[in-house]
């Protein structure tokens, strides 16, 4: 504080450059009128800071809440009040859903941002790679064509999809995305096709990353198996569990089978 100060203004005040904020507040020295504004705004503020001290209580640490300073520390508020925060995606409850499992999410939420590294993607920082799709080799890879406009994806896709969706089936990425981020069907059904689009994405992702290490690909029969075995293991779960609104969720799958 002191530091905007002249010798001369020190003087005036009667208090040393070096001095702690408790010894200028205990200077009682008589106030003076000074002729520079800055003498007079100092006076000021000691003279406030002296009124507010209550010398009977020791001096506690707070912490800057949202309703004011409080004694209790909170991580979430104080997370919320330094960091600049964003509007909520309207897709996030949908790709993060109660019971969804985490593996399979984690790679939608990377699918729904177009962050997974598709060769499309890794071609605008390594030249010359390959960028076929390992999967059809028919087009390059991209996620809309993986997801599921590639033939061998599609029959997934299908296998899993077409028993629910009937006259809304797609392969179109962005409707697929306002399908189940919407809820035109019923809770079990929302859950059977949320949770069968997930489950495509991770096995076609898998799938693609196997092939591109070196191994030999799958027959399409099998790899429909797998998956649509793990979404019937998933809905067993859920029906012996008990969970409302999901307790039909494996009559209803084995009803949209065609
Ligand atoms: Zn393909």
């Known amino acids: 504080m002191f530091d905007l100060l002249d010798e001369r203004g020190i003087i005036d005040l009667g208090i040393r450059k070096e001095a702690t904020l408790e010894e200028a507040i205990m200077n009682l020295r008589r106030r003076r009128r000074h002729r ?9 503020i000691l003279d406030s800071v002296r009124s507010n001290i209550q010398g009977e209580r020791d ?12 004694g209790a520390f909170s991580t979430n508020e104080t997370w919320m009040m330094i960091r600049e925060p964003n509007v909520q995606c309207d897709w996030s409850q949908r790709v993060w859903f109660t019971k969804a499992t985490p593996k399979f999410a984690f790679i939608t939420w990377l699918a729904m941002k177009d962050r997974l590294s598709t ?15 390992v999967l059809c080799k028919a087009a390059i890879e991209t996620r809309n064509h993986l997801f599921f406009e590639c033939s061998y994806a599609s029959q997934l896709w299908e296998y899993l999809a077409k028993g629910i969706l009937l006259g809304t089936y797609s392969i179109n990425w962005s409707l697929l995305v306002r399908i189940v981020t919407s809820g035109s069907l019923d809770k079990k059904g929302m859950f059977c096709i949320r949770y069968a689009f997930q489950a495509a994405i ?15 690909p799958l027959p399409i029969a099998m790899l429909q198996k797998l998956t649509e075995k793990g979404i019937r293991n998933k809905l067993s779960l859920m029906s012996t569990r008990k969970r409302r609104g999901l307790e039909t969720a494996l009559q209803f799958w084995f009803q949209t089978r065609l």
């Open 202 to 216: 991770y096995a076609i992702w898998r799938e693609r990353n196997r092939i591109r290490h070196g191994e030999k």
């Open 36 to 44: 520079s504004d800055i003498l007079q705004e100092v006076e000021r």
């Open 59 to 70: 001096d506690v640490s707070n912490w800057k809440r949202r309703s004011g300073f409080r």
């Open 119 to 133: 060769m499309d993607r890794i071609m605008k920082w390594s030249q010359g790679v390959d960028t076929a799709c």
